[in-house]
């Protein structure tokens, strides 16, 4: 007999208590991770609540300001950086806004593009952290894409893991787990090759 044929024969009612448990537990013993409103989450909520009645406006859940040209967009109309002349001449002439916001926010050159910077770089310590405590990552976390290798500095510095490791009761254990970069631009293909040939071999 299956494990699956075995689970079917067991008590409804002892399947039941176990999923009361696993909702009240929570309930009266909290998992206690901090719930902080960050300065830019109270600026946009404030934005919000200052425009018109009729106001038309999409908040989702599924969606969020991960581009840097967004991140940069968001820091100039609504926190009050200035945007120097010569680069906002820059990205209006770039195709590609991302590289000329990197490279100025590493030159050092413009506030608002360290800002930007800033802003991507803890926002996805954020996103990092979530997900190995909701996939429980002992392994390590490996960021990859072209963004982190060109980076990598950045990410060296303390806002980075602090934002990974802020988790409450979560931090001892995100504190163990090690981070990488991935510096092969080529894994993806890889990955799919080695995937094919797998695949091939099973035929």
Same mark, same amino acid.
């Given at each position: 007999?299956?494990?699956?044929e075995?689970? !079917? +024969?067991? $008590? ?5 208590l176990?999923?009361w448990?696993?909702v ?6 909290? *998992? ?8 830019? #989450?109270t600026?946009?909520? +404030?934005y919000?609540?200052? *425009?018109?009645? $009729? #106001? ?9 300001? #991960? ?10 109309? !609504?926190?009050?950086?200035? &945007? =120097? ?12 806004q991302? =590289? ?6 590493? /030159? %050092?050159?413009?506030?608002?593009? &360290?800002?930007?910077? %800033? *802003? ?14 909701s ?9 990859g894409? %072209? ?8 990410? !060296?510095?303390? $806002? ?5 490791? +802020?988790? %409450? ?5 995100? #504190? ?6 991935? *510096?092969?631009?080529?894994? /993806?293909? +890889? ?13």
């Open positions: 007999m299956s494990i699956l075995k689970m !079917q +024969d067991i $008590d409804r009612r002892y399947i039941y176990l999923a448990i696993f009240l537990v929570p309930l009266i013993n909290p *998992l206690g991770l901090p719930v902080t409103i960050g300065k830019y #989450s600026e946009y909520y +404030d919000i609540e200052s *425009l018109p009645e $009729d #106001s038309v406006i999409m908040v989702t859940f599924d969606y969020g300001i #991960s581009a840097m040209p967004e991140l940069y967009a968001f820091l100039r109309q !609504q926190a009050g950086y200035e &945007e =120097p002349g010569w680069l906002r001449d820059a990205l209006e002439k770039a195709e590609d991302t =590289p000329v916001i990197v490279d100025t926010a590493k /030159a %050092g050159t413009a506030n608002i593009c &360290e800002a930007t910077l %800033g *802003l991507f770089v803890r926002t996805l310590g954020t996103v990092a952290g979530n997900m190995a405590v996939l429980l990552t002992r392994g390590g976390i490996y960021l894409g %072209g963004m982190p290798p060109r980076i990598l500095k950045r990410l !060296q510095e303390p $806002d980075f893991l602090t934002a990974i490791t +802020d988790k %409450g009761r979560f931090s001892n254990f995100l #504190s163990g787990v090690p981070v990488h970069v991935i *510096l092969n631009s080529k894994v /993806a293909l +890889d990955g799919a090759a080695w995937f094919g040939e797998e695949q091939l071999a099973r035929g």
